[in-house]
């Protein structure tokens, strides 16, 4: 039995509504089911027997001790910033033993590269996207960046 043959049966199964069909040409046996679409049902949630649960006094020392706050976000620098394109590490220089591409006090222009982010084996340079001089980093070299992160600090 052909291809074109299978699919107009399976075809003519599904529109006609028929549940089964079963053909038998020669040595070549075909049987259709046709299952309707069945709506999920919703699963009983499994029980879960409860977890006793036992005080415990705590020393005095722990209890007295001071919430700690969470340590407030760092400002944003001043000045016109230059982000991180992407989540990976930042590095200043094309090598290890190279000049960095910009240093604090360089004139930059739009288009420039100013570092290279490397993100999954892949080295992606990093541009300036507006003219300025380099006031600051806020990052390292060789340190992780998130994406949005700032990178420098133009004037």
Known sequence: MDLRKLKTLIDLVSESGVAELEIEEGEDRVRIVNRPSATPQAMPAPSIPPIPVTPVA???????????????????????????????TFYRAPSPGADPFVKEGDAVKKGQTIGIIEAMKLLNEVEADQDGIVKSFCVENGQPVEFGQPLLVLE
């Open 58 to 88: 705590l020393p005095a020392a722990v209890e007295a001790a001071p919430a700690q706050e969470a340590p407030a976000p760092a400002a944003a620098p001043a000045g016109l910033t230059i982000t991180s394109p992407m989540v990976g």
